[in-house]
């Protein structure tokens, strides 16, 4: 199967030896330990690379609990430690920090994880200092095509929409292996995975508030009402969003206030980080053509690219939706440097143009402006 050149790869080389610990977080099956490996690989036969895998018990005992010593010698002569599916190993915090406490840039210490919950919590504090972080997404559209074609890009986006960017659903030749997929990874990853590794007491719950929140994509979600129609508390209900939201599911999109007495600043504008995840839970993965929801799903795929764009470019750019009581409003707007652009999200053919609203200026993009928007 084809393997995906990821933005962040060059990066994280950049990083090694740098006396600090190199932490991956994102989604489970976004690639994560692939791209360690292929790094791993760009250095050749220059170090040795010990490898500890948090699922296998043995490899998670001799990490837990252990003193320096006894890591040492688990370490070896390797230069490199890789330690997958770190959120798993209970003190991977105290073990990392007393390797690079000792070592520094003499080794480096790579750390992957599903979870920021787990694994960021558990080094947030030991590691202070003594750490960078990388989140991995599904596939930025520019790692499948890192030369933008615009045909090319014309006949991909159904596709994307509707079954999202996980490597392993783009990997997939045929929609009914695609499907199954993304089935597979909602079964084990969204139902079973998140509400084992956080200890949820109510996976039932998690479930109607995940196939309510795919439902609203788009719209502005009040927490009291998602509490009603999942039949919790309000207080669980936010709990459950920002454990979804460190978890890599869905993102928070907050309104643009700047002290307008005009704006709401209650509601927010709730995504998910792939669409095909969406289609999954809701199990609709019909032709855009015959949806009612295709605006609102390229809407959600757009905004997702470009926080994965300026994520992995290192953008310092603040993202919000803009809205009044009135009833004016802008998808999505960028603030920069004291200066903000709005955007607004077109699926049917409409004429490119540039206005302002608001006081904002703001571009209407249409499919047609997939490049601009996403690659220049």
Do not use: C
Not at 12 to 36: M, S
Not at 39 to 51: C, H, I, N, S
């Amino acid at each position: 199967m084809e393997l995906f050149k990821r933005a962040i790869t060059k990066k994280l080389l950049d990083d090694f030896f740098q006396g600090r610990a190199l932490i991956l977080v994102g989604a489970r099956q976004t690639g994560k330990t692939t791209l360690v490996r292929m790094a791993l690989e760009q250095l050749g036969d220059r170090y040795t690379v010990k490898t500890i895998n948090g699922d296998d018990p043995f490899d998670r005992d001799a990490m837990t609990n252990k003193s320096l010593d006894y890591l040492r010698r688990v370490l070896g002569d390797a230069q490199i430690l890789f330690v997958d599916e770190g959120q798993k190993i209970r003190t991977i915090g105290q073990s990392v920090k007393l390797l690079v406490d000792y070592f520094g840039s003499q080794r480096q210490i790579i750390v992957t994880g599903s979870s920021t919950l787990n694994l960021l919590d558990a080094t947030q504090e030991p590691l202070t200092g003594r750490k960078f972080v990388y989140t991995l997404y599904p596939l930025a559209i520019s790692e499948i095509f890192p030369r933008p074609d615009f045909l090319d890009l014309q006949k991909n986006l159904e596709e994307r929409l509707l079954y999202g960017s996980y490597p392993r659903i783009v990997q997939q030749t045929s929609f009914e292996a695609k499907i199954r997929e993304l089935r597979e990874l909602v079964s084990s990853y969204l139902y079973r995975d998140i509400p084992e590794l956080q200890q949820v007491k109510s996976p039932d719950l998690l479930y109607k508030l995940l196939q309510a929140l795919a439902l609203q994509i788009g719209s502005e979600v009040s927490y009291t009402e998602l509490a009603q129609t999942a039949g919790a508390d309000k207080n669980t209900v936010e709990r459950y969003i920002q454990l979804l939201e460190r978890s890599f599911v869905i993102f928070r999109l907050p309104p643009y206030a700047a002290n307008q007495r005009r704006a709401i600043s209650k509601l927010r504008k709730i995504y998910f980080w792939d669409t095909g995840i969406r289609n999954a839970l809701i199990q609709n993965f019909n032709p855009l053509d015959l949806r009612t929801d295709s605006g609102a799903l390229f809407e959600n795929w757009m905004i997702a690219e470009r926080l994965k764009r300026n994520a992995y470019e290192g953008k310092l750019v603040a993202s919000y939706f803009w809205r009044t009581y009135d009833g004016n409003e802008i998808d999505y707007l960028e603030e920069s440097g004291g200066h903000a652009q709005g955007y607004e999200f077109k699926w049917r053919p409409a004429e490119t143009r540039q206005f302002r609203k608001g006081g904002f200026s703001v571009i209407l993009i249409t499919p047609q402006q997939i490049i601009p928007f996403l690659y220049e």
